[in-house]
Every structure is written in structure tokens, then in C-alpha cells.
């Protein structure tokens, strides 16, 4: 297995490496200055929010969210369970699946009372393990203290850990699926779907349910509820995107109403991977997308769909593969629940004596048409998880979890939890010690791209202390940004490269990559295309021509980079023959090399520009960006 040989191979190597577990400890924590409201707001990572692409801590995807909590006088915790054998750290053991440990109280990633009571809000976001009875009863007891919790949900099966469950089934208490694997018994009781609206523990304490829906839409919902009908936590919000979110269902108004729908100008689409029809009514008979409850002294606050909270700083690796997380920009994007998450935060963690919604001062909400289609009554993947889960990894067995990830026994030669000095991942190996492998090992490398080999089919990376070499056999979606025939400016970069030990053209190579990326000394990376070419393809126009075109044109066009726009999230295009500029907003795995923030000598370089004619910020713009190329040889 290549977690097996990996952490054997480092060994071997004599690289240092952290005791088990240890390297990802103390928790961390983020505290106010002098502006300290005295209270606590607590992001569980106890049941998921780190597995997949997710990564909702408050140093790694949630870490804007966290700073904003921070700066309106919070201090905000990572929750991460109890430690009961008083070690110092908080480890998982399996008591859903495993007969031995089920029941046995070893498991020490649980949500306690006592864990959590000095908490004043409790942010439980995409959590992709479910509650026991008793978890949900310490969560019931943190309600009736007056206090609250904000769910933050995501699309149906958003299966970030392949285990068979999603924030949506976890949340509302019962998994899609009527199978008898679901009825687990002992601690967790009968999970299995219900098949009515009003049962299961989340409608039962709140009134609320998460719909099994899936639904894009970048736009925004724009159905927003006026202030003063609920708590006046819709001030200063505008339109909330959606890309691949869940609506929900409130099937009690006396306790739980909507904030945010769809309005009828809206057009949401179905999520491209939904297993079903993926919307089921649309408008505001879809439900809200955002909510809030109340349930005694206690609130509650919900949305469908983390995106529009998280930034794309995650921390961790993915625990299936190693693979580096890609998270949605979502705080400073166009959209953000940026203001809408402080005025729920606020709301949540201010205790107030009412218990119901009805009254003119807290009037009641809207019930949602129909609470549960016929489609949500079972699983179109009768209870299988999102996707096949790769071999050697088992989602309920943290020894099986790859380097670098939340909760894997071992992480990055710093102990950190970030990347080492030298950039990348922070678990990659030189070319000499990779040399050593047998063929067939998976590894990840690091070495200096010297030159092209076979055309733009594979590249050799060389090791700096001993000109060892090794080929990387390209695979046809890296070969354009990391060619060096079609991308000289690669000749001296340094690569991590992810894949199998192999032998290329009868010379030791990486082959079947599954990650690349250019690193440098501060562990920057960039996995664009750039370099190379006259003045661009045949078919590019002036960014004149592009300002005047029509919204929703696919357009190939050549500029001028003039400088940034909002942080590292855009840049703005200059026409090289006038004063006409667009923005161009940048994907995620295009803002290391082309953001003027993270690389300021790409201003005043030429760029070729293939994307989607729309609006920035209210601004003409170029988005849905498929190629950047800096481009050379232009008047």
C-alpha cells in the first residue's frame, strides 16, 4: 500500500519525523486583543469537516471566517473531542462499524457537554460521521443553555470521506438510505430514512430539515427576507451563491424560518453530479438555503452550502490519497455569506428569553410546501458512498489515512502541519531517495526540471546536491503548463511531482502522476501554463473588442497586466493599444503564477486569455478562465 511504503521509505531515509499524532498538536486557537467580547465560538472537527477537499479549520479553509470572529472580539477554538486516557491527544477509534470497539468508550472524537459547554456558539460544519444519542443529547443540553449552533451543510452526497454519509443525513439525523445497515443499533440506534418530514432529531429539536437535494448557482440566491421579519439578520446582505449546495425545509414556522431563498428572477440550476433530479420544485418551494431556529433558551442557524463561507487556504492533505485540497474562495468571492455568518454568529451566541417564533416582535416563519419529495424518501445509490474508495484506505481507520491528512498518525518532516522549508507538500522525497525504490512504489518527489524529453511527453527533474536524474512521463493535462517545449520558463523550477516509480524510455522515471506542482522557498505553487509564443493564437482579439462583446461569449483575448484585483482572486487586462481594461478572475490553481498579489512580476506581461465575457464586481470581466498564457513578441 503506499501509505505503508511511504512512511517505511522515510524511515529508511532517516528523515525526521514527528511521534504519532503529535506533529498536528496543541489544537489551535485564535484570541482578541483588547476589543474581547468574552465570548467563545467553538468549529468542531470532531465528526468531518476535513476530509476531501473539505478542510473547515480555523487555520486552514475557514480561516477568514475565523480572523472576522476574531476581529469582532471572539475567541475561536478548534473542538476536536475529549481526551479520555489524558495523553494530550484526541484520537479516533472506530465504534460504528467495528463490533469490538462499538459501545466501548474508546472512541475519544465525540462531542461532550462538558467539552463544549465553554463555548458560547458551535460551529458544526459539513460533518461527515454521525452523532450517537448521547452526542446529540450534549448538543440538545448546549441549546437549552441558551446557546447555539450554526450547521453548515453542503449538497446530497457530499460524501467527503466515502463512508456512506454526508453533512445532510448526519445533520438531520438519519441516512437517506431505508437499507437494514442503517438500523446500527447500541450508541447510534436506527439511522435509517424515516420517509416523513417532521421526524428525525434535526425537525424534531428545530423544526428544520436539510433537503437530499443538489443545486448550483453562482449568481445567488436573491430571495432575501426582510430585516426586520427575521431578527434583522438579513442587514446588509445581498444575493448568496450556491455552487453545489442543498436548500432546507422548515416544517415547523413556530420555530424555524427562512432567511435566504430562491427568488423568481433566480434560474439554480440541477448540481452536474446530483443522483437525482437534483432540484425538485424550484423558487421558494425548494426551501430556504438559509435559516435560522429556535428551540427554547437556544438558537440555531443553517445553510446549504459551505462555499460561500470558506477561502481557499486549506491546510491539510487529503486523508484518501495525499493529494492537496482545492477549496471554493468563497469569502471574498462575488456572493460570500461573509456579513450574513458575523450577523448569524452575533445572533447565535446572544442568549434571549423568547423560545418560539410568534410574536410581531419574532414572527413566525413559512412552512416549505412540501417538506420531503418523493424523491428524498430513498437513496438512488442504495447506501454506497459517493465514490469507490481507493485501495488501502478505510474512512473509519485513521492508520489508513494518508500523510499530511487531519487525523493520519504522521504529517509533514516539520511537525508543523504545513509545508517544509524547502515548499510543497511537505512529505516529498529527493530524487536520490526515490531512486532507491523498487519500481511499482508510489512516492512523491521533488527535483529541479532541467530539460524536455520526447517532445512534450515527459520532462527530466534533477537532484540539486548530486545531479541524479528521473524522468516524469506527462500525462496529456499537464503538458502544456509543465512541457518544457511548450513552457520553457519550467527550465530550473523546482517540482513535486506525485506518482509511481517506473521506468520511462529505459531511464528511471515518476509515472501515473496524480498531482504537480511548481514550489518554491516559501512553499508557493503554480500550476498554470505560461511562456513561449509570438503574439498569441489566430483567433485572440484586443481586450477592446472583448470589453464591447456580449455577456456569456466564450473569448479568446490579449492584454496587458495592469495590476490586482480583490486580493489574489483577480487581475485586471489592459489593451495594448489603448486605455480599455477587463478583469479576469482568476481559478484557484491560476493565482500562484498569474495574481500580481503572489507574483508581482507578472505585471506589465502579455497574456493570452480564453474564458467567459461577464461581470467582476460590476465590471467587465473575462471568468471561467480555461487557459492563461504569457505570451511574448506583442506591439
Not at 91 to 116: L, R
Amino acid at each position: 500500500m503506499k501509505r505503508i511504503a511511504l512512511t517505511t521509505l522515510l524511515l529508511a531515509s532517516g528523515l525526521a519525523e514527528a511521534a504519532a499524532y503529535d506533529w498536528n498538536y496543541p489544537a489551535p486557537v485564535k484570541s482578541p486583543g483588547a476589543n474581547d467580547n468574552g465570548k467563545v465560538v467553538l468549529f468542531d472537527v470532531s465528526h468531518g469537516g476535513t476530509e476531501g477537499n473539505a478542510d473547515w479549520v480555523v487555520d486552514g479553509a475557514f480561516s477568514d471566517f475565523a480572523d472576522a470572529l476574531v476581529a469582532a472580539g471572539y475567541t475561536v477554538e478548534e473542538y476536536r473531542g475529549v481526551d479520555k486516557n489524558g495523553d494530550g491527544i484526541i484520537q479516533f477509534v472506530d465504534d460504528y462499524t467495528n463490533p469490538t470497539t462499538a459501545n466501548s468508550n474508546a472512541n475519544e472524537t465525540v462531542i461532550t457537554y462538558s467539552g463544549i459547554s465553554h463555548g458560547d456558539v458551535l460551529v458544526l460544519a459539513e460533518s461527515n460521521r454521525p452523532f450517537t444519542q448521547n452526542e446529540l443529547q450534549a448538543l440538545e443540553d448546549f441549546v437549552a443553555d441558551g446557546k447555539g449552533i450554526f450547521f453548515i451543510g453542503d449538497h446530497y452526497n457530499a460524501d467527503r470521506n466515502l463512508n456512506s454519509w454526508d453533512s445532510t443525513e448526519v445533520f438531520n439525523g438519519y441516512n437517506r438510505s431505508t437499507l437494514l445497515q442503517f438500523n446500527v443499533g447500541g450508541s447510534y440506534g436506527d439511522l435509517r430514512n424515516p420517509g416523513s418530514a417532521t421526524a428525525g432529531w434535526l425537525p424534531e429539536q428545530f423544526g428544520i430539515r436539510f433537503r437530499f437535494n443538489a443545486i448550483d448557482w453562482h449568481s445567488g440566491a436573491s430571495g432575501i427576507v426582510p430585516a426586520a421579519d427575521v431578527e434583522g439578520l438579513t442587514d446588509g446582505v445581498g444575493p448568496v451563491l450556491m455552487a453545489g449546495g442543498a436548500t432546507l425545509a422548515v416544517t415547523d414556522p413556530s420555530r424555524a424560518k427562512g432567511l435566504v431563498y430562491f427568488s423568481p428572477n433566480d434560474n439554480p440550476s440541477d448540481w452536474t453530479h446530483a443522483v437525482d433530479s437534483g432540484r425538485y420544485f424550484g423558487g421558494t418551494a425548494e426551501g430556504p438555503y438559509v435559516a435560522i431556529a429556535k428551540s427554547g433558551p437556544g438558537k440555531a442557524a443553517f445553510i446549504g452550502d459551505s462555499s460561500p463561507i470558506e477561502d481557499n487556504s486549506p491546510k491539510y492533505k487529503r486523508q484518501d490519497n495525499g493529494n492537496t485540497k482545492s477549496t471554493y474562495p468563497g469569502w471574498t468571492d462575488a456572493g460570500n455569506a461573509a456579513q450574513l455568518s458575523l450577523n448569524l454568529v452575533d445572533w447565535l451566541a446572544t442568549p434571549e428569553s423568547y423560545t418560539h417564533f410568534n410574536s410581531s416582535a419574532h414572527p413566525a416563519g413559512t412552512a416549505t410546501p412540501n417538506p420531503m419529495a418523493s424523491e428524498e424518501l430513498d437513496d438512488p445509490d442504495n447506501g454506497q458512498p459517493w465514490s469507490t474508495p481507493s485501495s488501502g484506505y478505510n474512512p473509519w481507520d485513521p492508520s489508513t489515512f494518508d500523510y499530511g491528512a487531519y487525523g493520519a498518525p504522521t504529517g509533514p518532516q516539520n511537525g508543523s502541519g504545513g509545508s517544509s522549508s524547502g515548499g510543497g507538500s511537505g512529505n516529498s522525497l529527493t530524487v536520490s531517495e526515490a531512486l532507491s525504490l523498487p519500481v511499482g512504489t508510489a512516492v512523491t518527489v521533488q527535483g529541479e526540471i532541467t530539460q524536455g524529453i520526447n517532445g512534450v511527453y515527459a520532462l527530466e527533474i534533477q537532484d540539486p546536491a548530486n545531479g541524479s536524474f528521473l524522468y516524469v512521463k506527462l500525462e496529456s493535462e499537464y503538458r502544456s503548463a509543465f512541457s518544457p517545449q511548450n513552457n520553457p520558463s519550467v527550465i530550473g523550477e523546482t517540482l513535486e511531482v506525485s506518482g509511481s516509480r517506473d521506468n520511462y524510455m529505459s531511464e528511471p522515471s515518476i509515472e501515473s502522476v496524480s498531482h504537480m506542482e511548481l514550489v518554491t522557498a516559501a512553499g508557493g505553487s503554480s500550476s498554470g501554463s505560461s511562456g513561449g509564443g509570438s503574439c498569441g493564437s489566430s483567433q485572440a482579439v484586443s481586450v477592446d473588442t472583448v470589453y464591447a462583446s456580449n455577456q456569456g461569449t466564450t473569448v479568446t483575448v490579449i492584454g496587458e497586466v495592469v495590476g490586482g484585483i480583490n486580493g489574489p482572486y483577480a487581475l485586471e487586462l489592459g489593451d495594448l493599444n489603448s486605455n480599455t481594461t477587463v478583469y479576469v478572475k482568476l481559478e484557484s490553481d491560476q493565482r500562484a503564477q498569474f495574481s500580481p498579489v503572489n507574483n508581482p512580476s507578472i505585471v506589465g506581461k502579455t497574456l493570452e486569455v480564453v474564458g467567459v465575457r461577464d461581470l467582476y464586481m460590476s465590471y467587465p470581466s473575462v471568468e471561467s478562465v480555461s487557459a492563461l498564457t504569457e505570451i511574448s513578441n506583442c506591439p
